[in-house]
């Protein structure tokens, strides 16, 4: 009988290769995420449930990194989902080609430190991977929460910011010390802050010309005082001398006011007093004025303001998210509880694969595996020592070849070199017995 999961029956795996499977079963599609070699589970088919089951883990993570990343994508973007499917599911099959291959460096019987180095290497990565797949379906969970949460600080915010903006734009006056008006500040207009600066200045020379009008006049009565009583003979004791007419000290006291009023011009005073006031009323209507129109101007700068700050406010981010996740998680014991719960399950999750790999232990295919790998290496190596071998004869051949051919050079070169000698020689002795025919016979 065919297993749906894992093909072919079991009785046929045994002492003998299975025959080449030309249909892609559900099992053998799930066992392709965790990298192993059919040929070599098919020496030890009881494995196959185990990896098929490991490949489910590693499919089931990579629907839920696929779910979180559309949900991630929900709140960054608000484009529809269609477009936005294909991007969930190339980062789910991102994931799942990491744990296959977190699953697969894992496989073989290697011991040690090293194999140990590896598993916390990986599980790490799993970590990293896992938080990184629970925050956005933590956020897209919780997002209703989130939005009021956000809503309301956004509220206070521009709350905040009406009364900042209230308190660094007076009607009078520049901005108080106190408080930080960064950004705050808006103009409005010099106008009325000029008048208000002229009325003052002007409030302050008319307090002092009033002040010095009222000395004046208020000694000018007591020297015409000192006259009258001097000049129509009232006595005071140790100030006049109550003899009536034009004597001596009555002539002093008209002389001492007669200074007086020559120093000091009181009706020139009362006119500078009279004048001031006249500038004041004058500016103090036009400041009416001006301040309407400040007021207006503040006004509506100050809602432009408000305004563009509202429209910044208008999409919520989803990193105003995260940290609005942080602020109710703080202020809610239940939703923290709720946070790392789901925080834990989506990390578990995504280190599942590793977790059961390692839980398995070393399994058959493991062994199997290293022989394989180890008879590949032992058949390379053979190749390569063959391969060398193989060249280095060739080359021996071709040099002892070419000694044959340079030995046998070298033999033509000196039968030739011979023969030239030979040639000399002859040529020598026949010229010799012409030279010797050509001489006189001596008689």
């Known amino acids: 009988m065919v297993d749906i999961l894992h093909g072919a029956k079991t009785a046929e795996q045994h002492g003998r290769h299975p025959r080449r ?58 484009a529809s989902p269609l477009y936005l ?68 600080e956004r509220v206070q915010a521009i709350g905040l910011a009406e009364s900042r903006y209230e308190q660094c734009n007076p009607l009078r006056g520049a901005a108080p010390t106190g408080i930080d008006c960064t950004g705050y500040l808006v103009d409005g207009g010099n106008k009325a802050l000029t008048i208000d600066g002229n009325i003052a200045q002007r409030q302050s020379v008319l307090k002092a010309e ?52 020559a120093n000091h011009d009181i009706p020139q005073q009362q006119a500078r007093v009279a004048r001031l006031k006249g500038e004041i009323d004058s500016l103090t209507a036009n400041l009416a004025s001006a301040e309407a129109d400040r007021t207006a101007t503040l006004s509506k700068k100050k809602a432009e303001h408000l305004q563009e700050k509202e429209r910044a406010y208008s999409d919520i981010g989803l990193l105003e998210r995260w940290e609005a996740l942080g602020t ?36 058959e295919y493991d062994r199997l595996l290293t022989q394989e790998l180890r008879a590949g290496s032992a058949c390379h190596e053979a190749e390569l020592n063959f391969t060398t071998r193989q060249r280095t004869g060739e080359y021996e051949i071709r040099l002892r070849d070419e000694e044959r051919r340079l030995k046998a050079e070298r033999g033509r070169i000196d039968r030739d070199q011979r ?15 012409t030279f010797m025919a050509s001489m006189p016979t001596q008689r």
């Open 21 to 78: 499977r030309r249909q892609l079963t559900p099992g053998a599609f799930l066992r392709r995420f965790t990298g192993v070699d059919e040929k070599i589970l098919a020496s030890v088919p009881q494995e196959r449930s185990r990896y098929t089951s490991l490949g489910g883990v590693v499919v089931s993570t990579a629907l839920i990194a696929g779910a979180s990343m559309l949900g991630a994508l929900t709140l960054l973007s608000q």
């Open 85 to 152: 499917v294909p991007v969930a599911v190339l980062w789910g099959l991102i994931i799942a080609n990491v744990d296959r291959f977190l699953i697969t460096s894992l496989h073989g019987d290697n011991d040690g430190w090293s194999r140990w180095g590896n598993v916390l290497i990986r599980l790490a990565l799993a970590v990293v991977i896992g938080v990184f797949i629970a925050e956005p379906l933590t956020l897209k969970i919780f997002q209703e929460r989130l939005d009021r949460q956000i809503m309301v």
């Open 328 to 363: 109710v998680a703080g202020q809610s014991g239940m939703v923290n509880f709720a946070h790392w719960l789901l925080r834990i399950i989506f990390v578990l999750l995504d280190c599942m694969p590793i977790i059961s790999k390692m839980l398995n232990g070393k399994t």
């Open 210 to 261: 009033e002040d010095r009008l009222a000395a004046d006049k208020e000694r000018l009565g007591t020297l015409e005082g000192r006259r009258d009583r001097e000049c129509y003979g009232v006595k005071v004791p140790n100030r006049t001398t109550g003899v009536p007419g034009n004597g001596p000290e009555c002539r002093a006291r008209k002389n001492e006011l007669n200074t007086f009023l």
């Open 419 to 433: 023969v030239d000698e030979a040639s000399r020689d002859d040529e020598i002795d026949r010229l010799a017995r």
